[in-house]
């Protein structure tokens, strides 16, 4: 246990508190945030995104010492004593699909105000590789009048967190580190060798650590996008995907990968980053780009699959209601960024249907103030001509689909989740 260092984690949400509570259990922490209602929320012991260990939280938050112990504040000064500095804020992308790096940067100019010779920020945000140091590090040298690596130094050590999975917790998965010298990366290293029990990788440089985040995504979204061409050429052969899927999968070297929407964070953003620094270097990365374009078009194929199977019952369209289960991004999760599910709403909707959307894990007032999209408060269903299962969360097992079919509405199961003689299509 090192009583000199004291950490800063720099954004609370779904990476940022994990962290802050597992480094608060062997070192003094300060929890930063710059939204005030979101770390009121947590001083009560309570965590929207329902990835905190929330026992945790309020042992590390009630046990602060000398030694260790969680500090949560959105008051700039109380960083002013902290001597590492951990950056986990988002980078999404914007409209045109190219990186937003303004909460990054924006961290990066706040932390240049309170920034001390010797200290060292690190980044666990996902980024291009570069940009740590392209376009972060000028940022702080600006700001706090420091030189990089004579007066302080950074690392890049990317999250893994994977919201909603209980078994591949923080300390359960092995974390790249980097640091801007030799030293500085030996000391990040034993740093968060500390508390991942999964072990660490020491990458040669910050790059190589930004590469690694880039590309691990990247590939997922590739191999997505493959099932999810599978999935529509097999529409049209009028052959189940799961079926081909299944037999496939017993050759022991096939990579079982299934068809759905892509969304979130992480999988349908990330390869967008990559890909913006590849064609500023003058190459255009034709697999990753036409991966998205795929992917991009699922919740499009879906509203229109759901359209002609409604023409084929002779239903009126302009009036049909619409039930959407699921808008989180993944099952079991409360996290709607960048969802997918959007897409079919909006297409939906485009045809003068009635939608409605119910998922009991999503937060009813973000959903509202980021999508424009008032969800139904529980789940006592009338009746709909449509049924579409977007999102496998485990409460929608629980739901009488055979009424439903009963009653003649079309179930649209896009993650094979349910029983299959309950739905009329699946990808």
Not at 332 to 360: A, G, H, W
Not at 389 to 397: D, E, G, I, S
Request: glycine fraction near 6%; charged fraction near 20%; aromatic fraction near 8%.
């Amino acid at each position: 246990m090192n009583t000199q260092k004291q950490i800063a984690v720099i954004g609370l949400g779904y990476v940022g508190l994990p962290l802050a509570i597992e480094f608060a259990k062997k070192y003094k922490v300060i929890g930063f945030d710059t939204n005030e209602s979101r770390v009121a929320e947590l001083n009560q012991f309570e965590d929207r995104t329902h990835e905190a260990n929330l026992v945790d939280l309020k042992l590390v938050c009630d046990s602060i010492n000398v030694d260790n112990g969680l500090t949560l504040s959105a008051n700039l000064a109380d960083l002013a004593s902290s001597t590492i500095y951990i950056v986990t804020v988002p980078t999404p992308i914007d409209q045109l699909k190219r990186p937003d790096l303004q909460p990054l940067l924006a961290a990066s100019k706040m932390l240049g105000i309170v920034l001390k010779a010797g200290d060292i920020v690190i980044y666990e945000s996902t980024v291009y590789p570069g940009c740590t140091e392209e376009d972060c590090v000028p940022v702080l040298e600006k700001i706090s009048g420091l030189k990089y690596n004579i007066d302080f130094f950074c690392g890049y050590s990317p999250e893994r967190i994977n919201p909603g999975d209980k078994i591949n917790t923080l300390t359960k998965i092995k974390k790249v580190t980097s640091g801007s010298t030799a030293a500085i990366a030996a000391e990040i290293d034993q740093l968060y060798a500390s508390i991942i029990t999964a072990g660490t990788h020491l990458a040669p440089n910050i790059k190589v650590a930004e590469a690694s985040k880039a590309i691990e995504n990247a590939q997922r979204d590739v191999n997505i996008s493959f099932v999810n061409e599978l999935a529509l050429i097999f529409d049209r052969m009028e052959i189940d995907t799961a079926d081909v899927l299944a037999a496939a999968a017993t050759k022991w070297n096939f990579l079982n990968y299934k068809p759905g929407l892509v969304g979130g964070h992480c999988i349908g953003v990330d390869p967008y980053y990559l890909a913006h620094k590849s064609e500023a270097l003058g190459y255009k990365p034709e697999v990753i780009l036409s991966g998205r374009r795929v992917n991009d078009n699922m919740g499009m194929f879906v509203a229109n699959k759901v359209i002609k199977m409604l023409v084929a019952r002779n239903k009126v369209i302009n009036g049909a209601k619409a039930l959407i289960l699921g808008f989180a991004f993944k099952e079991n999760c409360p996290d709607t960024r960048n969802t997918r599910v959007i897409d079919i709403y909006k297409e939906l909707s485009s045809f003068s249907m009635q939608v409605d959307v119910y998922d009991p894990w999503a937060n009813a007032a973000e959903v509202k103030a980021e999508y424009n999209i008032q969800m139904i408060k529980n789940d006592d269903f009338e009746y709909y001509d449509v049924i579409i299962l977007a999102v496998a969360h485990q409460q929608f097992l629980h739901i009488d689909y055979a009424n439903f079919k009963a009653k003649g509405s079309i179930i649209f199961d896009t993650k094979s989740f349910i029983n299959r003689d309950l739905a009329d299509a699946r990808l």
